[in-house]
């Protein structure tokens, strides 16, 4: 994901997942996907270089993010027999009128985590 994982999803996944261990990789490389690249490979590189060296059979990996990006991740991951899963969330949203701006605010609420 494109920011770090929130407290109760680290609940959820230890409740519903059988999660005990939590290992980041590095957020700046896949929040920092260029948009101009034709392809997303080379921007994937050290992402699935860690996961070559660290990650094992069973493992889940939390996808989510750039389209193109999530998919190629989500097919590495079932190539390595992980299981990859993503977080759905519960959207509250609140509008209020200040002079003549509509202000909206989003809120996105963990719900689970889904497998792809």
């Known amino acids: 994901m494109s920011h770090d994982i929130t407290k109760q999803q680290i609940n959820n996944a230890r409740a519903y997942l059988d999660v005990d261990n939590f290992v980041t990789l590095p957020i700046e490389a896949?929040?920092?996907?260029?948009?101009?690249?034709?392809?997303?490979?080379?921007?994937?590189?050290?992402?699935?270089?860690?996961?070559l060296a660290e990650a094992k059979e069973g493992d889940i990996l939390l996808v989510q993010g750039d389209y193109g990006a999530t998919f190629n991740m989500v097919q590495f991951a079932k190539e390595m027999d992980m299981v990859p899963v993503y977080a759905t969330t519960r959207r509250k949203v609140s509008k209020r009128v200040d002079g003549e701006k509509t202000i909206t605010t989003r809120a996105f609420e963990h719900v689970r985590f889904r497998k792809y």
């Open 30 to 51: 896949w929040s920092q996907i260029p948009a101009d690249f034709e392809t997303v490979d080379s921007s994937l590189l050290p992402l699935k270089a860690q996961l």
